[in-house]
């Protein structure tokens, strides 16, 4: 190479010309200028490896005469990418760049032809040459990055398409696959599992079908086990994650389900012996909530704070006041009150949670719950008791009991008076006796009419004891209640497989446990409680204790239609909107279905053109496809929808019976019995 630069115009000859000696040619035939990201490759390779292709010039003239400056004919993607070179400092302005000269050919055909007559190559050779490049020079993505111009994640993007089995590359090649096709192959590495998903495949090729079947049995990173344990925990005990490069995977995909399950166990089972330090008789640790374990349940008692801890709790929580106010977010507080807050929060919480604690018999007779929540986090549930270490309840005196006594004194003074007893002796032992029952049923029948005209003439004591009744039965399982009225709570698990683990479940569960833990321990003490709650307060808890005895299950031997009809018309009432308790998936609703009902539901829901490009489709993909269809939609099938005008639709869906229920439920035996 020579710093000299060729000045004679001699057609075809090599020489090197000052790089700012170079200019765009007026005759390039390419009108729209390239790419940076283009200039960036091919000065990033050019660095690596120096320019192999020279550049085609033509001498600048100025009246017949050279200016010393050239203009590029072909290469000036080239040229450029030395300038971008010059402007890092990585060669100098007046770098010799070799070059043809050419004076013989039409400077815009050489440039037509350089653009035009050409091909690139099949973007699987190119797959397969990155990779090469990674496993015979073990070069990582960020080293063919910056030697080719492009970014480290399309690198590993590519090297990931190399990986994919030679099998389907080939099939590529030849037009069998599209390239979304092939990214979803090679979410996983595994050639057999390619290749048998390859052969499983009917005409319907979707990517997202394909990504479905290459990542079936994994567990997917948003799963409540993967989010509890942590990818960094998972790998380091040996577990692989799949990540897809080409879609938002949101943590790829877990592979090895036995290994997340034994270390949830494993994660559970430690926060459950930090428990047992609280001096319980039993801890255990469970995945999902044993739901049937059927034990009684206390809940902690109100504690009085000392004099200088409640003082601290209310100066803390002044004092937090004071510091927020002023601050319309979280983000507007500077760091310093923000840690002052963090740290009064948490002192104001400690002092709180002191207020309540739990009987230390019950501690010494009870145990622990540790599961984990639909939304990855272990919840601890404290304070129940096994039936066997339930205290014995002391025999209780009542009017069966003086009933009996009364037998035995009516016979032992049966027994003297046979035995000559004197008539005045007899009233004399007849001073003990209890009063008859026919007298006490008489006298008490009385007392329960006064009962019921006095408490309907109160309405606020009538709303007490209703309240106070439902309690005993739902909290405490008691029948300390005079009115004769009951609420049964139908568990609902054994209608809907896995509706105990839902949101809508913890919530219901959270709800019932805050106010468990406002009521007194002994059901003795209830009526004081209901009577000093306030209005508000009493209301919401009457509120709960009714909502628990809600039915609107649809059983299909069931012949009664009322109750249906008026869970109709409770929905509406209190404008039941089920979409934020519900969502159609495949697994809840579609798969569950008919093929014409679930083109009904995306017809409906999304448009008929839609339902019938899922129509050809097999049942478990048409259900997968409707799901992603209708993800943000809100549709719900119609026995889910609450209706505006509930008794005219109910009876057109045959939720009302326009004859009488006695009518109805004749027709209904009458037609058992025919069976």
Not at 141 to 159: D, H, M, S, W
Not at 161 to 171: E, F, H, I, N, W
Request: proline share 5%.
């Amino acid at each position: 190479m020579t710093d000299t630069v060729q000045t004679e115009a001699i057609s075809g000859v090599e020489i090197f010309v000052p790089l700012n000696k170079l200019k765009k040619s007026p005759r390039n035939v390419r009108k729209v200028p390239h790419a940076e990201v283009d200039i960036e490759a091919l000065a990033a390779s050019i660095h690596a490896k120096r320019m192999f292709q020279n550049l085609v010039v033509e001498p600048e003239l100025a009246d017949g005469e050279p200016t010393g400056f050239y203009f590029v004919t072909a290469g000036e993607g080239r040229r450029l990418a030395q300038v971008l070179r010059a402007k890092r400092k990585q060669i100098k302005k007046t770098e010799p760049i070799r070059c043809m000269l050419d004076t013989d050919n039409d400077p815009a055909e050489i440039s037509l032809d350089e653009n035009v007559t050409r091909a690139s190559m099949h973007p699987a050779d190119q797959f397969e040459a990155f990779h090469d490049l990674a496993e015979r020079k073990g070069w990582g993505a960020e080293e063919i990055g910056a030697r080719f111009g492009v970014t480290a994640p399309v690198v590993r993007q590519r090297l990931r398409l190399g990986a994919v089995s030679p099998k389907l590359l080939q099939v590529y090649r030849d037009g069998g696959l599209n390239l979304d096709q092939m990214m979803a192959f090679a979410v996983s590495e595994d050639h057999a599992r390619q290749e048998q998903v390859f052969e499983a495949l009917s005409f319907n090729k979707e990517p997202r079908l394909i990504r479905r079947d290459m990542t079936e049995g994994k567990v997917p990173a948003t799963d409540r086990r993967a989010v509890f344990v942590g990818p960094e925990a998972y790998e380091q005990a040996g577990g692989v994650i799949l990540r897809d490069l080409f879609t938002e995977d949101r943590g790829g995909y877990f592979e090895d389900a036995g290994l997340l399950d034994r270390l949830t166990l494993e994660k559970l089972s430690a926060i459950a012996a930090e428990i047992e330090v609280e001096g319980w008789k039993w801890v255990e640790a469970h995945v999902d909530y044993p739901h049937a374990h059927g034990l009684r349940r206390y809940y902690p008692e109100t504690v009085a704070l000392s004099d200088e801890d409640e003082s601290r709790l209310e100066a803390a929580s002044v004092e937090y006041d004071q510091l927020a106010e002023g601050y319309g977010s979280e983000d507007d507080l500077p760091e310093a009150v923000a840690e002052t807050l963090a740290a009064l929060e948490a002192e104001i919480e400690d002092l709180s949670v002191r207020r309540s604690a739990y009987d230390p018999d019950v501690v010494a007779r009870g145990g622990v719950y540790v599961v984990l929540t639909p939304n990855g986090e272990a919840r601890v549930e404290r304070g129940f008791v096994r039936p066997e270490d339930e205290p014995a309840d002391e025999p209780e005196v009542g009017y069966e009991a003086q009933g009996a006594d009364e037998a035995v004194e009516q016979g032992g003074a049966d027994a003297e008076l046979e035995g000559g007893v004197e008539g005045a002796e007899a009233e004399d032992a007849d001073d003990g006796k209890p009063i008859p029952d026919s007298l006490i049923r008489n006298l008490t029948a009385h007392r329960t009419l006064g009962l019921r005209l006095a408490l309907g003439e109160r309405p606020d004591m009538a709303m007490v004891a209703l309240t106070h009744a439902l309690v005993a039965q739902l909290f405490y399982h008691s029948d300390a209640t005079c009115l004769e009225i009951r609420v049964n709570s139908e568990a609902l698990g054994g209608h809907a497989e896995g509706i105990a683990d839902t949101r809508a479940a913890e919530a219901m569960a959270d709800r019932h446990d805050v106010w468990a833990e406002q009521l007194p321990r002994d059901v003795t003490d209830l009526w004081a409680f209901m009577v000093a709650l306030d209005g508000d307060s009493r209301s919401s808890l009457l509120a709960h204790c009714v909502s628990l005895g809600v039915n609107a299950v649809k059983l299909p031997w069931e012949r009664k239609t009322r109750p249906l009809a008026a869970a109709e018309v409770l929905a509406s009432a209190v404008n039941l909107d089920m979409t934020t308790y519900w969502t159609a998936t495949a697994r809840s609703y579609f798969a569950r279905v008919t093929k014409a009902q679930i083109a009904e539901a995306v017809a409906e829901a999304v448009s008929p053109e839609a339902a019938e490009r899922i129509k050809p489709m097999k049942k478990p993909d048409m259900a997968g496809a409707a799901e992603q269809l209708l993800a943000a939609t809100g549709w719900l099938p119609t026995v889910l929808r609450t209706a505006q005008h509930v008794e005219p639709e109910a009876e057109a869906a045959g939720l009302i019976d326009p004859r009488s229920e006695g009518e109805a439920e004749a027709e209904a035996d009458h037609n058992m019995a025919a069976e």
